[in-house]
């Protein structure tokens, strides 16, 4: 499976850098529009990176406390720090820019990065497990809402996956929301 899902990941870097060579559209605003039900509760975004969609713009406009993901170390769940626009950034783990200070928050919703998806509801990320292992553990203590954002041209048949891989509640694109039941 190891060998599979590299496979899959160098394909799907290539899919995702051509769809953000091409720019994001209205994506941020569906993702706003989407997340806007869910006004008040913690939500955790991401810092883009490299070819990421971008979902500042709807993390700015949450209302609510809003986290970015916190890594600690290899094969543990994140951790969510506070973040607002304009806060100080510092360079965390695998160069991803976390902030430098701020409460520590548990996200009730969470807008998950990825490098592909499919209609199951399954994502490709990048192989270091972190989201799968957060989600598991959140889940296990109650109802949280895991968002993918990425581009459209990122959805593919069928992501290869195992027991650990946690399935997605909906994908957020510049052509719309999928649901997954």
């Given at each position: 499976?190891?060998?599979?899902?590299?496979?899959?990941?160098?394909?799907?870097f290539?899919?995702?850098?051509?769809?953000?060579?091409?720019g994001?559209g209205?994506?941020?605003e569906?993702?706003a529009?989407y997340l806007?039900?869910?006004r008040?509760?913690?939500l955790?975004?991401y810092?883009?990176m490299?070819t990421?969609?971008d979902?500042l713009?709807?993390?700015?406009?949450?209302?609510?406390p809003?986290?970015v993901?916190?890594i600690?170390e290899?094969?543990?769940?994140?951790?969510?720090r506070?973040?607002?626009?304009?806060?100080?950034l510092?360079?965390g783990a695998?160069?991803?820019?976390?902030?430098?200070e701020?409460?520590?928050?548990?996200?009730?919703?969470l807008i998950?990065?990825?490098?592909?998806?499919d209609?199951?509801?399954?994502?490709?990320?990048y192989?270091?497990?972190f989201?799968?292992?957060?989600?598991?553990g959140?889940r296990a203590?109650?109802r949280?809402l895991a968002?993918?954002?990425?581009?459209?041209?990122q959805?593919v048949?069928?992501v290869?996956?195992?027991?650990f891989?946690q399935?997605?509640?909906a994908?957020?694109?510049?052509?719309?929301?999928?649901v997954?039941?």
């Amino acid at each position: 499976m190891t060998d599979v899902k590299a496979e899959a990941r160098a394909k799907a870097f290539a899919r995702r850098a051509e769809a953000f060579a091409a720019g994001q559209g209205q994506a941020a605003e569906i993702l706003a529009d989407y997340l806007s039900g869910h006004r008040g509760k913690v939500l955790s975004g991401y810092m883009p990176m490299r070819t990421e969609i971008d979902p500042l713009p709807a993390m700015a406009a949450h209302q609510g406390p809003v986290g970015v993901p916190v890594i600690m170390e290899k094969a543990t769940p994140l951790r969510f720090r506070e973040w607002s626009p304009g806060c100080r950034l510092v360079e965390g783990a695998f160069k991803a820019m976390i902030p430098e200070e701020g409460a520590w928050v548990e996200p009730e919703v969470l807008i998950v990065p990825l490098l592909a998806w499919d209609r199951r509801g399954f994502r490709l990320g990048y192989g270091g497990g972190f989201y799968d292992r957060t989600l598991e553990g959140l889940r296990a203590r109650g109802r949280v809402l895991a968002v993918g954002f990425a581009f459209a041209a990122q959805e593919v048949e069928a992501v290869p996956i195992d027991e650990f891989d946690q399935r997605l509640d909906a994908v957020v694109t510049e052509k719309g929301i999928t649901v997954f039941a």
